[in-house]
């Protein structure tokens, strides 16, 4: 006697799941303009390296078997092992089973087990009411018996990198592990992202709006859910697969270094024109960032949300960096509620996974006004300051035209290389506002007003100017902007050794 008919079993178990929830509903997800989950997986990994984990997890009853709507398992990215965890559409349309529920579960233990990044592909509709199994009169799964999964995502975020793409319209708990990741991201005409659908928003408020209108790209790409929008599920594995390679498999890891053809003192002649002698004109601070770090480099992390900060990864002489920067064409580049907020993610993304900051100062301080008061500016201002000032990781700084008010202490991370390009300012305030505020009553009974505040301007330029600063060793040095490049490739060099004593988790006090 063998165990031929319970082998044949498991192999009749496993076609049944490759098959998702049949030819027709495959069909109807490339109708829709989206892939089946394997077919999504096969797309990201390298060829033939997906290596699937209980897929014979389901509902059996009598001969019928209903597959477990999660595909978990790991594969190579760019020849680095991951762990991948995606939701299957195609069955009872990705409802979370509590099947499904440890699949997605163990997955972010096995992350951390093995310490791998962990890449969630997520299409799912959260909970049922009942379940996968549909039966009437009975609870679908909750978290009252434990929250585990929440415990196995809260311990995976702090030690490998975790990457999340909402693929199709993703609800409740899997809207919330697309937001824990440190990576996020949605396709812009095929993706919603919701904590709850238009049926439950009408029965619940009222309101009769669309999966679109409720959580779209044109919504979450502009508040911050999603860290960015991609074209279509392509452009979603090449972003996927550009962050990673920026990123160490965990935090015990050293980031990888890529070959760079860049010399490493290279001048770029644009950088001496860039930042404008009047102090009103706005500059494309992109052209800085491109001009210093390795060519072609710079990968923009959550380009529409907190639009007057400019944060992203790149890479200086083949090693990976986080750039930080403001951007004078919004709001001159102040400081912005949802600008600090912006910020403190990314610092802290840098700062876990032991890259270092490059920052491009020109800040003219908080974003003042009543929209800026109503937003709660200061309060997220205080907590971006103390998440830099919590960092471990080396900084350099690199102050190109303004440095005010206590918003500067966002860009200078603690013991921090500063350096100054000669177009650089620093004091309270800006001049203009700080003139007015300081002199408003001797302006206003001039002779000539006008004349006498350019005269006040003018006095307090020279007060400003960053050559008294550099005379006191208020910065480490002053630079041609053309030197900066080979500066900051001289530095990552200088900080190798740093670095590697810094590898593990890291952990911070409380914040405001």
Known sequence: MSWKREAEEIRRRREIAAEHGGAEAVARQHERGRLAVRERIAALSDKGSFREVGSVAGV??????????????????????????????????????????????????????????????????????????????????????????????????????????????????????????????????????????????????????????????????????????????????????????????????????????????????????????????????????????????????????????????????????????????????????????????????????????????DEPGFMIGTRAEAAGTIRYGVEALFAVQQTRVPWFTVILRRSFGVAAGVHLGPGGVVVAWPSAQSGALPLESGVALAYGKEIAASPDPEARRRELEAEMAEAQSIFPRAEDFGVHDLIDPRETRARLCEWIGEIQAELASQRGPRGYTARP
């Open 60 to 361: 059996a009853e009598g001969s019928a078997f209903q597959p477990s709507n999660a595909v978990i398992g790991t594969a190579e990215i760019e020849g680095r092992r991951c762990v991948i965890s995606g939701d299957d559409f195609t069955v009872r349309g990705g409802a979370y089973s509590p099947a499904g529920m440890a699949k997605a579960e163990y997955a972010d233990r096995l992350a951390v087990q093995r310490r791998m990044p962990v890449v969630r592909l997520l299409e799912a509709g959260g909970a049922t009411i009942s379940g996968i199994s549909g039966v009437r009169g009975r609870s679908g799964y909750d978290f009252v018996k434990g929250a585990t999964s929440n415990q196995a995502l809260v311990e995976a975020r702090a030690t490998v990198p975790m990457v999340s793409a909402a693929l199709g319209p993703v609800a409740g708990f899997p809207a919330a592990r697309l937001a824990a990741s440190h990576f996020s991201l949605m396709t812009r005409a095929t993706s919603q992202v919701l904590v709850g659908g238009p049926a439950l928003v009408g029965r619940a408020t009222g309101e009769e709006v669309s999966k679109e209108e409720l959580g779209g790209a044109q919504v979450h790409g502009a508040n911050g859910v999603v860290d960015n929008v991609a074209e279509d599920e392509a452009d979603v594995w090449d972003q996927i697969r550009r962050f990673l390679s920026y990123l160490p498999s965990s935090v015990w890891d050293a980031a990888p270094v890529a070959p760079c053809d860049d010399p490493v003192d290279r001048a770029e002649e644009s950088l001496l024109a860039l930042v404008p002698r009047e102090s009103r004109r706005a500059y494309k601070m992109r052209r800085a960032i491109e001009g210093v770090v390795d060519r072609d480099s710079f990968f923009e992390l959550t380009p529409r949300y907190g639009r007057t900060q400019i944060t992203g990864l790149a890479r200086l002489d083949g090693h990976a960096v986080g750039v930080l920067a403001n951007d004078p064409y919004v709001y001159g580049g102040s400081m912005s509620a949802d600008g600090a907020q912006k910020v403190r993610r990314f610092v802290e993304l840098c700062d876990t996974f032991h890259l270092p900051i490059v920052s491009l100062m």
